[in-house]
């Protein structure tokens, strides 16, 4: 097929299902289309920066160094980092994007996430990128991996290899968003597992939609260190406020 074809191909496909903004879908004009966002939506979206914990990466105030969780409770990641906060019209496209089919979003979310923190993954030198697992049968019910396709897109980007069969989730766990940190962490306990024993692995990327607590992240992390793996860090799209 030659390019004069596949260029006439392609517009018709941008005409059947044009780009839409990742936070109201509304239909995006070109110049739009690199950052995902629409003119308007693009000066609402907040990203975390510039004061976040230096430990789990949420927003904090200016003076501030760590969040209220991070100075009274440790974590078994030894770092986390999140793009965009968990608020306005990211909550509408986190929803579409984990039950609306809308894995297109993963790219976009993924070229935020670099030219945000490429340099940081960098610096880690990462063996493998580990997005956190979802139980069996809801993946069928769904169809994909939320967490997944976002990692996927990070890896074509970074070239670090994904693994989303080194650890497995065990149970369908309660819904954590009305849990609070404690009752959280109780429902997570022995909710994974690792299944590939005979990989090793330095130093992990996790990766996850969203981070509230940090509770899914410790005990994936918790499980990969009593595995063997020296260093776990974590990337999600978006983080709540504690």
Same mark, same amino acid.
């Given at each position: 097929m030659n390019q004069f074809i596949k260029g006439i191909i392609a517009s018709w496909i941008e005409l059947l299902y044009p780009k839409r903004c990742i936070a109201c879908d509304k239909v995006l004009l070109k110049i739009e289309k690199e950052s995902g966002f629409c003119k308007s939506c693009a000066k609402k979206i907040r990203l975390i920066g510039p004061h976040y914990c230096l430990t789990c990466g949420i927003a904090v105030k200016e003076n501030e160094q760590y969040c209220i969780t991070c100075k009274t409770a440790g974590h078994s990641f030894d770092q986390a980092k999140s793009v965009f906060r968990y608020t306005g019209e990211m909550k509408n496209a986190m929803y579409r994007f984990k039950y609306g089919n809308r894995r297109c979003y993963g790219d976009k979310f993924a070229n935020h996430a670099i030219k945000n923190y490429g340099n940081w993954i960098k610096e880690k030198q990462i063996?493998?990128?580990?997005?956190v697992?979802?139980?069996?049968?809801?993946?069928?019910?769904? $169809?994909?991996?939320?967490? /997944?396709v976002f990692a996927n897109s990070l890896s074509k980007m970074v070239g670090i290899p994904v693994e989303n069969q080194f650890i497995r989730r065990n149970t369908d766990t309660v819904a954590m968003k009305q849990l609070n940190r404690l009752k959280r962490k109780?429902?997570?306990?022995k909710a994974f597992t690792i299944i590939k024993n005979d990989v090793q692995f330095r130093k992990v990327l996790i990766v996850d939609d969203i981070y509230t607590? $940090?509770?899914?992240?410790? /005990?994936?992390?918790?499980?990969?260190?009593?595995?063997?793996?020296?260093?776990?860090y974590g990337l999600c799209i978006c983080a709540g406020q504690l």
């Open positions: 063996d493998v990128i580990i997005p697992p979802m139980y069996d049968k809801k993946k069928k019910r769904r $169809g994909y991996n939320q967490a /997944e109780k429902n997570l306990l607590t $940090g509770s899914t992240l410790d /005990e994936v992390a918790r499980v990969l260190k009593d595995g063997g793996v020296k260093e776990v």
